[in-house]
């Protein structure tokens, strides 16, 4: 494995641009090489990047910002719409929660993969030194209190 370290101080060696893309599709925001799932499961995360060993179960409640990602969306970006637009067409009140109900509980399923990646796209968007790759050659009690 290689050292993670950085020639200057405050350089970056990951870009916000790399960690947008390897959100998208659904890669270790670090190396970009280690997927997030273990092969032959849609739910079983596994607990580090097996290119360069970043952790992605830090703490309980580290997927917490993917669970709101994941039923804002669902919430506010396909089932409000349908009911508020249905009740405009004049479906019917059954209709409407019916689907209603079938959208609110196959979409998160659906989701689920894109909103773990898409929460660690979201983290590391904002807070990109705390990626062990964007570490600079600062000692071990100034870096990210999750590392």
Request: proline content about 7%; glycine content about 10%; overall charge positive.
């Amino acid at each position: 494995m290689e050292k993670i370290s950085n020639t200057k101080a405050g350089s970056r060696r990951v870009t916000r641009g790399q960690i947008v893309a390897r959100g998208v599709a659904q890669r270790c925001p670090n190396c970009g090489e280690g997927t997030f799932f273990k092969r032959g499961s849609y739910f079983e995360i596994k607990d580090a990047c097996p290119q360069c060993g970043m952790r992605w179960d830090k703490d309980e409640a580290a997927f917490l910002g993917s669970v709101t990602l994941n039923y804002g969306f669902t919430v506010f970006a396909l089932v409000l719409p349908w009911i508020v637009g249905s009740s405009l067409a004049g479906v019917s009140l059954a209709w409407t929660i019916a689907v209603a109900g079938v959208i609110g509980l196959t979409v998160p399923f659906l989701l689920y993969r894109p909103s773990k990646s898409g929460w660690f796209m979201c983290y590391y968007l904002v807070l990109p030194n705390h990626l062990p790759a964007n570490w600079d050659a600062r000692p071990a009690e100034d870096r990210p209190p999750d590392e």
